[in-house]
């Protein structure tokens, strides 16, 4: 499992809307130390006695606010390493956090990349992507939404800042970079509720792949997303 931001009442509850169980969760791999990421690990770890994986940054800033640091196995951001038969492919993202990390995830037959949490593109974050068979991509906000929005300017700042979050246009033209001769799944994730909607993260995905938008899947925040086999075709 990629992160926990909820309660382990709601996460067990979603996982058995994709029909398993927590005892089914045998890691928590965490890609940084916001609450919306990391409120729910420690917990769900100690009811479930789940190893959890986090670079060194991250458990520092994780240990500011937990002292039970039991079951933590710490990552290197710039070295794969392997959790059962899985092969993770770390790399880091310029994003406000410690030490934070994304994921490029392989069995040896397909690669599912994820990448969400970053203010801004990098050629070494392109180069892990690419040659992805699925891919789960951050489209945070519509600029002109967030623009208009009620947010203060300190926030707004953040968000368009370069450790910030991608905008869709943003997410659209980091695709027109990579290499997706063998892409089979694209999911639009971690869109604002105030500072989006699913069509334009869609629209924007989809001129970029030069697709139908409705090829284009989205993470709802309260539905989560459909389970998926990522397979070879």
């Known amino acids: 499992m990629l992160d926990c931001g909820l309660s382990v009442k709601e996460t067990v509850v979603r996982l058995a809307r994709l029909g398993r169980e ?9 890609t940084h130390e916001h609450d919306d990421h990391v409120s729910g690990v420690m917990a769900f770890a100690r009811r479930y006695r789940t190893p959890v994986w986090m670079t060194p940054g991250t458990c520092a800033a994780v240990n500011n606010t937990s002292a039970d640091q039991s079951g933590i196995r710490k990552f290197s951001p710039h070295e794969p390493f392997e959790i059962d038969d899985l092969r993770l492919e770390p790399f880091p993202v310029p994003h406000d956090a410690r030490e934070p990390a994304q994921f490029v995830f392989t069995d040896g037959d397909v690669r599912l990349g994820y990448l ?7 050629a070494h974050v392109e180069k892990a992507l690419s040659g992805c068979h699925a891919l789960v991509l951050e489209c945070n906000h519509d600029r002109k939404m967030l623009e208009n929005s009620s947010y203060p300017p300190s926030l707004k700042a953040r ?7 991608l905008s869709n246009d943003q997410a659209a033209e980091l695709i027109g970079r990579l290499d997706f001769g063998w892409l089979r799944h694209i999911v639009a994730a971690h869109l604002s509720e105030q500072n989006n909607r699913p069509d334009l993260a869609c629209a924007a995905l989809a001129r970029a792949l030069d697709c139908v938008p409705d090829w284009v899947q989205v993470a709802d925040q309260n539905a989560g997303l459909p389970w998926r086999d990522v397979v070879r075709d």
């Open 116 to 122: 969400t949490d970053l203010g801004s593109s990098t």
């Open 22 to 30: 927590p005892e089914n969760v045998t890691a928590i791999v965490v």
């Open 159 to 165: 968000i368009v800042g370069a450790h910030g979050h």
